[in-house]
């Protein structure tokens, strides 16, 4: 069966070259994991996250979040080698970087929908003083003082002790009974 040694001889360097890769993928999977709960150790001995809380006011946990990053960088070189193993680099990375850009802008865009808008709104009533720290409003069944006026909301303490916060956009656009 000389035909049988032929495809064998021609199929056995990809193969080996896939049987490779697969084990790239295999190992650096692993390395992600292992150095991300070693970050998130290091971090939680280290008590950054109460550290952080209580002088800058952060209230996200940075050991997962740093944690989670240093096991995405392992993952990302993990498959960069895995494709570059493969043959297959360049039009790979090409597409991930265009898929990459798309959803960064996507990902500002939706942040920027609600932002611009209250920022606005916020400007005009802190231009047109419409509405002040201490004043009693009334909006959509909504009674209470007004404690704090920022940029981007308006904050207001119910009757009941309630903190109720209210967008700057919608303040500026519903009816608003103020006393």
Known sequence: MPWMEQVYSNLNPYLNRLAFAILILLVG??????????????LDELDMDA???????????????LSS???????????????????????????????VIVLIMISAALAIRDLVPNLTAGFAIHTKQKISVGNQIEMEGIK???????????????????IVFIPNSILIKKVLRKR
């Open 29 to 42: 999977f692993i390395l992600g994991k292992l150095l991300g709960r070693f970050v998130r150790r290091v």
């Open 51 to 65: 550290a952080l809380k209580k002088t800058v006011g952060i209230k996200v946990s940075v050991s997962k979040v």
């Open 69 to 99: 990053f240093s096991a995405f960088i392992v993952y990302f070189v993990t498959v960069i080698l895995f494709l570059n193993s493969l043959g297959l680099t360049t039009a790979v990375l090409n597409a991930i970087s265009i898929g």
């Open 144 to 162: 209470g003082k007004v404690i704090e006026v920022s940029l981007l909301d308006t904050q207001i303490r119910t009757s009941s002790g309630d």
